[in-house]
């Protein structure tokens, strides 16, 4: 559907709470992208193979916008470099070995986002009180620019004001100090933060005395880290690149490849030109689930030359995935009667626990139930089992399609399952592989950002740093809401991220951090967290990954670890935004030093050499010894991981089946469908880039819901109307959005789809999964009908 009309506006939630809080900006077109006037438009679904020339016009667009053109191009070719040069910023996909350039669209977006001409100082914040700038969209936040010194929040004037960073420091380290108890205090993580950094952050909160560790992974892969320990007591996938490169068949369940790990692409079509099969699991059939121009073949770009992403394509239900699966696992023991040698016996008997009571578990489950809870045609389940059972090495991966879901736990186990049927786990071509987030989201869990870590881990931090950890469980992103809107947390400090926005519930997230004593965001842009603040409240301004690091011994670079568990260091190249800016580790050194003025820490020595944080993380992480000299290897290194080995450190000192009951997914009530949110092509989380969705066909316009035609039409809906969608939550709360455009998409009757953060009012605090904690972004149980407003 095309140029319906002219844009009016439609809008958020604008209840007046919202609005008092400072989170629902103005509601014109554009929701929290960029306000436009422009008609909005939705054509049919790309039929573009996706990324080629229209990727490259959507970076060069972005570039100019930050005003960028030159120096944004040059510093692409140090991107990801094996020996010099930065991470990518983006997201965690690993760096292809064989490709000098390993780079994609949204990557080039999101580090010229960090590299923008643009500032943010002090005589910004003087023109602009904080009452304004909360009408102002988030797009229009950070297009600002960069943050350029340490701002503090005058009451008087209703602005920020500059202070001097030993000022900033004195004022954290005055209200840390002047709470009952550490407990009061809430440490924020965003998964870009590096490893050295994460590793002092989290050594400053224990020896301060609280696991009070919230973090973007509480919202993102907890249910991966729960399951996959409880199966194979490792918190990551097994599976790396090489693995990827030799299977025979790969599903990607729950992941839109095209838009959020577009390196992937390189990936999935190599799989299907060498013959493997490739199936992807999702209601909507993403624009990388079909074809692609791979993206860093830039002849094939120039000629248009499409490879295939897939070999099928299975659209399941909503939170119907674990049905699949188990159908699957159905398939291969009915297999395994006439043909034994179908199950690796050999593994199931040396190395796990509990298959014969899956078995038994999986045979009693009726193929009228799996069908249901799938929402699949039993010849669809078969048809994966056939690929499965064809192939002799099988990689699953998955990403928030499966973990954002009440079952999210439950799931993973189950896809760990069907991998150990056929010992596709800790041999070349197999394994469970997650796909992360942020670029060092994985590194960060490594490095201590947990709220309720081992015993063991905790033991060896106390022993080398010579600290006393608390061992009572932190809080995590949900309960750290709950606590700050109680009164229980006092001081709230934000290590990047966006945690307004980015968090359930943003009318009770944002009341929380208003009843804070003490608001702290450190970050490289402006962003809604910063204006919803606390009574005292600072924004710390910090370097960027693509930015140098001079300290007193030189140059130093940080290091990060990618979604396949390998670390390498990364050295910012350009000339930081501003003199003023500081390193994290820096920023987090200055917190400690005026909070905990009798710390033994070295707190200084760590910031003058970053090589000293390395040799006591060598000290206390396993995996890590000699880090300072394995990271300085081409590509880094690879964490040892043992349930890769097939040493799986259980309490058994087994792999671990599962037996969890077939979840019922299906709303009770035939009127409710099941929403889930996400991300458009041009966005970063809570950084909107453009209106845009290129692959999905949408232009202008994000305040829609997408929706399966025969929904629609039950509904009264014609192509475009506005409607109400109103989300019951568990306890019975009601939350609502008005105005949202209904448009039909090619997905399963009973689902809805929008986007993030836009739709994040609908989620109730309390509506999170038993399994995991983890907030349910993919499935918020709505009503939608024909808009009366
Ligand atoms: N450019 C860009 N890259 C990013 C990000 C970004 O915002 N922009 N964010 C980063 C972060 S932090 C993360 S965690 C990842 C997120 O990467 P994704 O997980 O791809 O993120 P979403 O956009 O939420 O898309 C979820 C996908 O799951 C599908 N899905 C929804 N419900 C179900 C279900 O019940 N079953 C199945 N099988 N599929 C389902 C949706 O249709 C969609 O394709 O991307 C990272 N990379
Ligand atoms: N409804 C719904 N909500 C979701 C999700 C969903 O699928 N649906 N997904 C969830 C997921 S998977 C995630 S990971 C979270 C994301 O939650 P967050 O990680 O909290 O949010 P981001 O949008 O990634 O954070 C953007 C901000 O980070 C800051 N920043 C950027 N670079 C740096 C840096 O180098 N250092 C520092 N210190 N700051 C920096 C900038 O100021 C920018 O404004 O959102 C979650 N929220
Ligand atoms: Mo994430």
């Known amino acids: 559907m095309t140029n319906v009309e002219a844009a009016t506006p439609p809008g958020a939630d604008r209840s007046p709470a919202g609005v008092a809080l400072g989170i629902v900006p103005e509601g014109r077109q554009g929701g929290y992208g960029p306000l436009t006037d422009r008609p909005w438009s939705m054509a049919a679904p790309y039929h573009h193979p996706a990324a080629g020339w229209g990727a490259a016009k959507s970076v060069g667009e972005i570039l100019l916008r930050q005003r960028q053109p030159v120096g944004g191009t040059k510093s692409m070719f140090v991107m990801n470099h094996p020996v010099r040069g930065f991470d990518c910023p983006g ?66 004037t209703d602005t920020y004001v500059p202070i001097s960073w030993d000022a900033a420091f004195a004022l954290i380290g005055e209200e840390l100090r002047a709470l009952d108890h550490p407990d009061q205090a809430a440490f924020y993580t965003s998964g870009r933060l590096s490893n050295e950094a994460s590793f002092l952050y989290q050594l400053m909160a224990r020896e301060f005395g609280t696991n009070n560790l919230p973090d973007c992974s509480n919202m993102c892969h907890e249910a991966s880290g729960r399951a996959l320990k409880a199966s194979i007591a490792t918190g990551k996938g097994t599976a790396d690149l090489e693995d990827w490169e030799s299977c025979d068949a790969l599903f990607v369940i729950g992941v839109n490849a095209a838009s959020n ?65 188990r159908g699957m696992a159905k398939v291969v023991f009915e297999a395994a009667q006439s043909d034994p040698s179908v199950l690796d016996h050999e593994f199931l008997r040396a190395y796990t626990n509990g298959a014969d009571a899956y078995r038994a578990l999986v045979e009693a489950t009726p193929w009228a139930d799996l069908i249901r809870q799938s929402g699949l045609a039993e010849a669809e389940i078969r048809r994966a089992a ?24 439950d799931t993973v186990r189950e896809i760990v399952n069907l991998l150990m049927l056929r010992g596709n ?156 800016l500081r390193s994290e580790p820096a920023i987090i050194a200055g917190i400690a030093r005026a909070t905990l003025p009798a710390s033994a820490t070295p707190w200084d020595e760590y910031v003058a050499d970053y090589d000293r944080i390395r040799d006591v993380m060598a000290q206390v992480l396993p995996g890590f010894e000699g880090f300072n000299e394995l990271v300085r290897r081409p590509y880094g290194f690879r964490i040892p991981q043992p349930a890769r080995e ?24 035939a009127d409710v469908l099941v929403l889930q949110t996400m991300r458009s092509h041009d966005q970063w989380n809570t950084t909107i880039y453009s209106n845009d969705d290129r692959y999905r066909g949408v232009k202008n316009i994000r305040e829609l819901v997408l929706m399966n035609r025969k929904d629609m039409k039950d509904r009264g809906l014609a192509e475009g109307d506005r409607v109400d969608i109103v989300a019951t939550s568990r306890d019975g709360t009601e939350r609502s959005l008005h105005g949202f455009r209904a448009l039909s998409y090619d997905m399963p009757r009973g689902s809805a789809a929008g986007y993030m953060p836009e739709m994040n009012v609908l989620i109730g605090a309390k509506d999170y999964s038993t399994q995991s904690d983890q907030p349910l972004m993919k499935s918020i149980r709505v009503r939608i009908a024909p808009s009366t407003r």
């Open 425 to 580: 786990i800790g041999r070349p071509g197999t394994g469970p592989s997650p796909v992360r987030g942020h670029s060092n989201v994985q590194g960060n869990r490594t490095c201590g950002i947990d709220h309720d870590p081992a015993e063991a881990w905790l033991a060896r931090l106390d022993e080398v740093c010579g600290i006393r950890s608390p061992r009572t469980h932190g809080l995590d992103t949900v309960h750290t809401i709950a606590a700050m809107s109680s009164g229980a947390v006092r001081v709230f400090i934000g290590m990047g991220g966006n945690f307004v926005r980015a968090a359930p519930d943003p009318v009770m997230t944002a009341e929380g951090m208003r009843r804070c004593a003490l608001t702290v965001h450190v970050s490289t842009k402006l962003n809604r967290s910063h204006l919803v603040h606390g009574q005292r409240a600072l924004i710390l301004p910090c370097l960027g990954r693509t930015e140098r690091d001079e300290q007193a011994s030189g140059r130093q670079g940080i290091s990060s670890e990618d979604a396949m568990s390998s670390v390498q260091l990364s050295i910012g190249v350009r000339r930081p935004a501003s003199p003023h």
């Open 261 to 325: 790990a577009p390196r992937m692409l390189t990936s999935l079509a190599e799989a299907v030109r060498r013959g493997a099969q490739v199936v992807h699991v999702n209601p909507l059939v993403e624009a990388g689930a079909t074809r692609t121009i791979v993206p860093h073949e830039f002849v094939d770009m120039a000629l248009f030359r499409a490879t295939d992403t897939s070999t099928d394509n299975l659209q399941v239900r909503p939170g119907g995935d674990l049905a699949l699966i």
């Open 91 to 156: 997201c965690a996909w690993p760096d292809d070995k064989g490709v000098a350039l390993d780079i994609c669209e949204n990557g080039i977006k999101h580090v010229t986002w960090e590299m923008t001409a643009k500032r943010v100082d002090a005589a910004f914040f003087a023109a602009h009180t904080v009452a304004e700038l909360a009408g102002w969209t988030d797009f229009a936040l950070e297009d600002q620019g960069r943050l350029t010194e340490p701002m503090v929040y005058d009451p008087e």
């Open 646 to 669: 097939r040493d799986f450190r259980t309490p058994s000192g087994r792999a671990e089946f599962s037996h969890a009951p077939l979840p019922d997914v299906i709303p009770e009530d």
């Open 386 to 409: 056939q690929i499965y059972l064809r192939a002799e090495r099988t990689v699953i991966s998955w990403c928030l399609g499966v973990s954002q879901h009440e079952h999210g736990v």
